[in-house]
């Protein structure tokens, strides 16, 4: 097995709904982006949606995109927002469950707000005060399914095109082997290898990757 190297390429793209690699995640996406457009006007009755609508569980192992889903429906500061976020549910200590149950009954007693929740485990399994895990369990329920590498590839074939250049195979295939492959390193690896390239005036092939390694690993 080929060991994965560690290389720091600075802070990944913003996460948003976009650049979430979809793979067999369509209808979670399309729940999402239809809860975002309603977070967008809450009121509107065009964007009304369900109760139930109202309350998304995502679960799934570490690193197939839980934050990164909850950070892309997320406003920047100073920017008012509808939806609440809760990440890591299946980590919160009593006084976090509390917290977690009052924001529950907050968000059904108000029409305009909508809570999405992500833990690790499915609703079953949370060892949580019963009344917060039945309610986890009554909203709508999504298991992230990770990205095969084949949808990894695409990433990075898409990535390579929205930065103007075509990524050839073998070299999406090397850095698949050699870097850690969630998302986030692989997009930054392919700005960082962009920009190599056109420091050197070169052409991204497998000699320019080699070359690449070795200045990042030093």
Known sequence: MTQQLILDFGAPPAPTLD????????ALIATLR???????SPNDSANAIDLE????????ESGVGKTHLLSAL????GKHSFIHALDDVD?????????AFTQWIETQSD??????????WPPRDLTLREDLRTRIGSALVFKIQPPTDAA???ALQAASWQRGFKLPAEIAQKLLDLLPRDLGSLGAAIAALDRFSLERKRAITLPLLREWLQHEVR
């Open 74 to 77: 997320s406003r920047p500061e």
């Open 111 to 120: 029409p305009s707000r909508r809570l999405l929740v992500a833990g690790r």
């Open 19 to 26: 650049n979430f690699v979809v793979g067999d995640n369509a």
């Open 152 to 154: 990894k590839l695409a």
């Open 91 to 99: 980590r919160l200590d009593s006084v976090g469950q509390q917290a």
């Open 53 to 60: 609508h109202r309350f998304v569980y995502l679960w799934g």
């Open 34 to 40: 239809r809860l975002n457009l309603s977070n967008d």
